[in-house]
């Protein structure tokens, strides 16, 4: 049941990233009303590490607000004039600039990456992405195993004591770095 919920799910989502990329952006000229900023911090053990999102508000009628980078967001004022261009769907901003200067691009890879996120999730509803994870799993371990042969050891850690290079375990030929 949670698996067939889960699958149609990723059909949706998959198509409405496929649409979104077929769509027109939204073009319109707005007015930075506000800045906001928000900081969150994140703790690993004694290490803290704070991230900090910026977003403008604007007063356009169909894109209110806009997450920027912190050198957009330093670099246009409140009451500023913009050209936004937006996705169509999902409204995330892909172009900020005010007059000339260009504050925000990044159109083409929107498109691009909702074009590839779409395949994947509809391949993952039909089932298509599980052959494609046996082999990367597969693939992988290969690796694995031979990184072990050249180090001496086995995957447990231990080292193989079936030759004097360790490798015929293995079977790939490689002899330990010494």
């Given at each position: 049941m949670i698996r067939s919920l889960a699958r149609i799910a990723f059909f949706i989502f998959g198509i409405a990233?496929?649409?979104?990329?077929?769509?027109?952006?939204?073009v319109e000229t707005s007015t930075i009303e506000r800045?906001?900023?928000?900081?969150?911090?994140?703790?690993?053990?004694n290490i803290s590490h704070e991230e900090s999102s910026y977003a403008l508000n604007l007063g356009g009628p169909r894109i209110t607000?806009?997450?920027?980078?912190?050198?957009?967001?330093?670099?246009?004022?409140?009451g500023d004039s913009v050209e936004?261009?937006?996705?169509?769907?999902?409204?995330?901003?892909?172009?900020?600039?005010?007059?000339?200067?260009?504050?925000?691009?990044?159109?083409?890879?929107?498109?691009?990456?909702?074009?590839?996120g779409g395949i994947a999730l509809i391949a993952a509803a039909f089932g298509l992405l599980k052959a494609m994870t046996t082999l990367a799993m597969a693939i992988c371990l290969d690796l694995r195993q031979r990184q072990a042969c050249i180090k001496g050891t086995e995957l447990t850690g231990r080292k193989s004591m079936s030759s004097p290079f360790g490798c015929e375990k293995c079977g790939f030929g490689h002899e330990r770095r010494r």
């Amino acid at each position: 049941m949670i698996r067939s919920l889960a699958r149609i799910a990723f059909f949706i989502f998959g198509i409405a990233l496929l649409v979104e990329a077929g769509l027109p952006e939204i073009v319109e000229t707005s007015t930075i009303e506000r800045h906001h900023t928000s900081t969150s911090t994140t703790r690993n053990g004694n290490i803290s590490h704070e991230e900090s999102s910026y977003a403008l508000n604007l007063g356009g009628p169909r894109i209110t607000s806009c997450a920027v980078s912190a050198s957009a967001y330093a670099g246009l004022q409140d009451g500023d004039s913009v050209e936004v261009r937006a996705t169509y769907l999902l409204k995330s901003c892909t172009y900020i600039a005010r007059g000339h200067e260009v504050f925000v691009a990044g159109g083409s890879q929107t498109k691009s990456l909702g074009v590839i996120g779409g395949i994947a999730l509809i391949a993952a509803a039909f089932g298509l992405l599980k052959a494609m994870t046996t082999l990367a799993m597969a693939i992988c371990l290969d690796l694995r195993q031979r990184q072990a042969c050249i180090k001496g050891t086995e995957l447990t850690g231990r080292k193989s004591m079936s030759s004097p290079f360790g490798c015929e375990k293995c079977g790939f030929g490689h002899e330990r770095r010494r």
